[in-house]
């Protein structure tokens, strides 16, 4: 085994940490989408509809999300505008 | 009133068949009647792992259509008397599970058994809805390995908004995770995710570990539910998860890595 080898398999070792770190964040990122109200897709079509009649902006530059709280839920709405 | 069990994944080949085939045979092996579906429609296999494959003349679709009565496709497990199966058909489209048609033999096979097992398809689409659909409890399987926990989280989340009971508001399917293909030894040099990871990620019951094993390639060769390699560890691990799902309290085993006697040492070169 030449040197490099032995730093080489060290990380491979420990590679279920990374594993386990990874699925934490993917799994949470996926259960948040999950929760998310069947509506949104069609709230933030029309919300980018209506503000094209503005300024010109990409599909991607309308996020919609809802955070659920134990008391309320907040919408959170977040345009990008374009340089100008 | 049968209790409907269904075993999925979302993930293929991480052991779903072998389990439904496992955990019905020792179900029935405790003097409960039971029944196992292969939802499988188009890639039938459990038939293969109970060995009744030359037994099979009718299956699952041809009783929602009409076709065969239930008696005519139930096949009797040869080993234990309380086993039946009712397999897959091999040759119709996943769409002949209407929701429809497979609540009409639910319903049919719940007042002749205890228990139904319901061996899901891979994927999250048609096939394996209908196999969770009305089922009472989930045994998740799953791999200690990415994409399989990534797919079990998505499978939970469906039971948990698809599901009849999910859709009727009824208490929800009750969860079990099976921890399956484990590797010790490997869990040990950090290489592969531990039974505390997954848990940790998941969230839900642990229901029993099953170490990867030599014997269940065996066993499945011969048509055997591996469940009837009684001596064995991978037959053992699932006598305790069936323990464990009759509500026995049951110590886990198998989880940490074998001390390898002299002679195996010798002999297996470990
Ligand atoms: N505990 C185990 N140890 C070793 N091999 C296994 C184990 N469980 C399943 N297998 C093998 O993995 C393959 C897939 O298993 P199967 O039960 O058909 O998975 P699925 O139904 O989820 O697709 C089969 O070849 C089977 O023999
Ligand atoms: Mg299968």
């Known amino acids: 085994m030449s040197f490099f080898d032995y730093f080489k398999s060290k ?51 309308v996020q919609v999300e809802v955070d659920r709280n134990d ?3 907040v919408l959170e709405l977040n345009v990008t505008l374009p340089e100008h | 009133m049968a209790r409907i069990i269904v075993v999925t994944s979302g993930k293929g080949g991480v052991g779903k068949t072998t389990t439904s085939a496992s955990i019905s045979t020792g179900l029935a092996k ?4 039971t029944v196992v579906i292969d939802f499988d429609v188009g890639l039938r296999n459990l038939d293969l792992i109970m060995n009744c494959e030359r037994r099979v003349v009718y299956d699952f679709v041809n009783v929602i259509q009409g076709e065969a009565t239930l008696n005519q496709a139930l096949i009797r497990d040869k080993r234990v008397d309380t086993l039946y199966i009712l397999p897959a058909s091999q040759t119709r489209e996943k769409e002949a599970l209407t929701k429809d048609g497979v609540e009409k033999v639910i319903n049919e096979l719940s007042e002749r058994f205890d228990y139904i097992v319901c061996d899901s398809p891979a994927g999250i689409e048609h096939g394996a809805l209908m196999a969770l659909y009305y089922a009472d409890e989930a045994i998740v399987v799953t791999n200690p390995e990415v994409s399989s926990v990534r797919d079990s989280d998505r499978i939970l989340g469906i039971l948990q908004s698809k599901s009849r009971r999910a859709e009727m508001g009824q208490d929800p399917v009750k969860e079990h995770l099976l921890l399956s293909r484990y590797n010790p030894d490997r869990v040990q040099r950090g290489e592969m995710l531990s039974v505390a990871d997954v848990e940790e990620i998941l969230a839900i019951p642990l229901l029993g570990v099953i170490p990867e094993s030599q014997v269940v390639l065996n066993a499945s060769n011969q048509g055997l539910p591996v469940i009837l390699e009684e001596d064995s560890d991978a037959g053992q691990a699932y006598e305790d998860a069936v323990a464990r ?15 390898k006697g002299f002679f195996s040492r010798m002999f297996k070169g470990g």
């Open chain 1, 71 to 73: 008391s309320c839920s």
């Open chain 2, 245 to 259: 799902l009759l509500g026995e309290e049951r110590e886990h085993r198998f989880m940490s890595s074998q001390k």
């Open chain 1, 11 to 61: 990380k491979n070792n420990r590679s279920a940490s990374v594993a386990k770190e990874r699925l934490q964040i993917i799994v949470a990122h996926e259960r948040g989408q999950r929760e998310q109200p069947d509506y949104l897709p069609a709230l933030q079509k029309e919300l980018l509809e209506v503000i094209r009649k503005y300024v010109q902006i990409s599909d991607d530059m």
């Open chain 2, 30 to 33: 405790r003097g409960h009647k």
